[in-house]
Structure formats: structure tokens, C-alpha cells
């Protein structure tokens, strides 16, 4: 029951800015914006959240859209280890995330 | 920071056979505890979320049963694994710090079920 629409796969230069989007145009008021992604054979990862502003983090960048309907993960300089399935979900207090199928993006060398 | 102990990584059982993973969490005390499940080429599942001892919420109707015996041990169970039950089973956690609530969900290293 995922509330977000993404790409099914992405692929990106090394070196290069992976720019991952994410359409929520259901969105709440009250519900954060959350990026995990999930490397092969392993649990996901925790990588960013937001709720209005942009944030950043040793990881990546998140841009939300004024409306907050879409947003934008940005891995600045993507590396090959950066090659995984890229989930975004929308949720009001962490508890219950449904993931949905999520981009999967390949890092090309 | 939180540490999430999953046991066993992989797992064998023939259909028909009983299930017991077990999760076990460090770094934090009260944590909100989940089970996922997620099947071979599919996303994650949300199958149990507790919020405390003994309380236990199921998300979809199923095969699987879960139980908190203590704050920071959670149990999947079931009586009679279906070949349905594959999957990988990750315990994930949203921690409870010196007081404060996050709200990131942290996973553990996840138990890979083949039923034959």
C-alpha cells in the first residue's frame, strides 16, 4: 500500500550526481518524506528524511518540492557501492513503512 | 548507537515444519520492534510491529505469529511453514534514546527462509 510512485530502474556514471525522484502528490501534512535503499542480500539502509526543507547529510541530499508533492534524492558523487534499490515512503511517525518496489540504480564505471 | 542481532542467517525447513526466528536489539531501551518480510524479486512487507512488551499489531493476515517476551527480543513464529513462508525476514527497530524517539527504522542483517 505504498503512497509513492517511482522509477522502476535508474542507471548513473561513477563520479556522476544519481538524481533519484519520487511523486507523493498524496501527501499529508504531517507525513515525512524517508529514503532507505537496500544493497543486494542485505537489510535496508537508512539514508535521509524530511519533512519541508531541504536536508543534507554525509550521505545525500533531499529536495522537496514547495508542494511536497515529489522529491529528489541526490547522491552527489556516486560510486559503484552506491548500486542498490533506492526505496522512498511517505509516513507520519516512522512506525508502520510500506515499501513499495523502489528504483533500482546501477552505478556504470 | 543501536545494534540488531538476527539469528539464524539462513535457514532449511521442510513444509509442515515449525519456525522460530529470534531478534535481539542493543543501544536502546523501549524500541518499537518490526518484522518484514521480503519475497524473492518483491519488496518489503510489513508482517509485525510491537511497541512494547507482550503487544504485538499484525499488518496482513498469515501463516506467522510474532511475541515479545522482552523489551528488546522479538520472536517470529509459526506451527506449519507453507512453501509460501520463503523469503528473507528482516527485524528492524526504531529506537528510543537517552528519552528521545527517532523516527528512522533501523534493520538487522536478516534470516533467509527456503521452505522445501
Known amino acids: 500500500d505504498a503512497k509513492t510512485t517511482q522509477p522502476t530502474s535508474m542507471d548513473c556514471a561513477e563520479g556522476r550526481a544519481a538524481n533519484l525522484p519520487c511523486n507523493h502528490s498524496?501527501?499529508?501534512?504531517?507525513?515525512?518524506v524517508y529514503w532507505y535503499r537496500q544493497i543486494h542480500s542485505q537489510g535496508p539502509q537508512y539514508i535521509i528524511h524530511?519533512?519541508?526543507n531541504n536536508e543534507t547529510n554525509e550521505m545525500a541530499s533531499l529536495i522537496i518540492t514547495e508542494d511536497r508533492k515529489s522529491s529528489t534524492l541526490i547522491l552527489p558523487h556516486a560510486t559503484l557501492r552506491d548500486t542498490a534499490v533506492y526505496y522512498c515512503?511517505?509516513?507520519?511517525?516512522?512506525?508502520?513503512?510500506?515499501f513499495g518496489t523502489g528504483t533500482s540504480l546501477t552505478v556504470i564505471p | 548507537s543501536q545494534t540488531i542481532h538476527q539469528w539464524p542467517a539462513t535457514l532449511v525447513q521442510p513444509v509442515g515444519s515449525p519456525l522460530s526466528l529470534e531478534c535481539t536489539v542493543e543501544?536502546?531501551?523501549?524500541?518499537?520492534l518490526y518484522w518484514y518480510r521480503q519475497a524473492a524479486g518483491r519488496g518489503l512487507q510489513l508482517l509485525f510491529y510491537?511497541?512494547?512488551?507482550?503487544?504485538i499489531s499484525s499488518e496482513v493476515p498469515q501463516n506467522l505469529s510474532a511475541s515479545r517476551p522482552q523489551d528488546r527480543q522479538f520472536i517470529l513464529s509459526s506451527k506449519k511453514l507453507l512453501l509460501s513462508d520463503s523469503g528473507f525476514y528482516l527485524c528492524?527497530?526504531?529506537?528510543?534514546?537517552?528519552?528521545?524517539?527517532?523516527?528512522?527504522?533501523?534493520f538487522g542483517p536478516g534470516t533467509r527462509l527456503t521452505v522445501l
Open positions: 515512503i511517505v509516513n507520519p511517525s516512522g512506525n508502520q513503512f510500506y
Open positions: 498524496t501527501i499529508s501534512g504531517n507525513e515525512y
Open positions: 524530511g519533512l519541508k
Open positions: 543501544g536502546t531501551s523501549n524500541p518499537n
Open positions: 510491537s511497541v512494547g512488551i507482550g503487544q
Open positions: 528492524a527497530v526504531r529506537p528510543e534514546i537517552w528519552g528521545q524517539s527517532y523516527n528512522e527504522q533501523f
